[in-house]
């Protein structure tokens, strides 16, 4: 049960520089989800996405661009890499728990994002 | 005002003893809460969620909410040195978002 996995799992890039981020889960949760974790602010959402083609914009999205073409892969693309973006990303996906309407989202293993 | 705020710590606690961990909320019309415990360089992992007021216990893990006074707050009895870790408590907005607070450092002590 492979579950959710993320690659790289580090990266190092230059600014100007376009890179992707990727995500999969093999447990065909219709909602996936990405996060960014920095010091002082905790876990901000980027994008999300609802199912394969739909996806929205989460607290933080500038600088950012997703895609769904499949329910399992959810990749996420810095078009041209700032210093600021420089942070470790946690890729989710979510599934209704048992006992109510609520979703558990279930956490990939985290990039470590450095941009010099 | 943040979504979700809680204090960084470090909370320290002696093993075998009771740690409590509190999270307050501006949203009255928040409806569900999850504590989500992350270990250092490593991802959260969900370790309860509540919906109703009161208490919910899950093992040595008890969740309490209270809309109210909006604050929910996580106890983790006889703690462990593996309890040692960052918990995060989290917000369910709408369309499955989840607003996170900063999280709270524990430390247990042997």
């Known amino acids: 049960d492979a579950g959710i996995t993320q690659s790289p799992r580090y990266k190092i890039t230059e600014t100007g520089r376009q890179v992707t981020l990727m995500c999969h889960q093999t447990?065909?949760?219709?909602?996936m989800f990405w996060y960014r974790q920095d010091l002082g602010h905790g876990l901000r959402l980027i994008y999300y996405s609802a199912a394969a083609d739909i996806t929205d914009k989460g607290e933080v999205p500038d600088g950012y661009v997703v895609s769904r073409s499949k329910t399992e892969n959810f990749p996420l693309t810095l078009e041209s890499a700032t210093r600021s973006q420089t942070s470790v990303y946690f890729c989710?996906?979510?599934?209704?728990?048992?006992?109510?309407?609520?979703?558990?989202?279930?956490f990939g293993p985290g990039t470590r994002l450095t941009v010099t | 005002q943040k979504e979700v705020e809680q204090n960084s710590g470090p909370l320290s606690v002696p093993e075998g003893a009771i740690a409590s961990l509190n999270c307050t909320y501006s949203?009255?019309?928040?409806?569900?809460f999850f504590w989500y415990r992350q270990y250092s360089g490593k991802s959260p992992e969900l370790i309860m969620f509540?919906?109703?007021?009161g208490d919910k216990e899950d093992g040595r893990f008890t969740a309490q909410l209270n809309k109210a006074s909006q604050y929910v707050s996580l106890l983790i009895r006889d703690s462990q040195p593996s309890d040692s870790a960052t918990y995060l408590c989290?917000?369910?907005?709408?369309?499955?978002?989840?607003?996170f607070g900063t999280g709270t450092k524990l430390q247990v002590i042997p």
């Open positions: 989290a917000r369910s907005g709408g369309y499955q978002k989840v607003t």
């Open positions: 509540i919906y109703s007021n």
């Open positions: 949203d009255r019309g928040s409806q569900s």
């Open positions: 447990w065909s949760h219709s909602y």
């Open positions: 989710a996906s979510s599934e209704r728990t048992g006992q109510s309407l609520e979703y558990e989202q279930y």
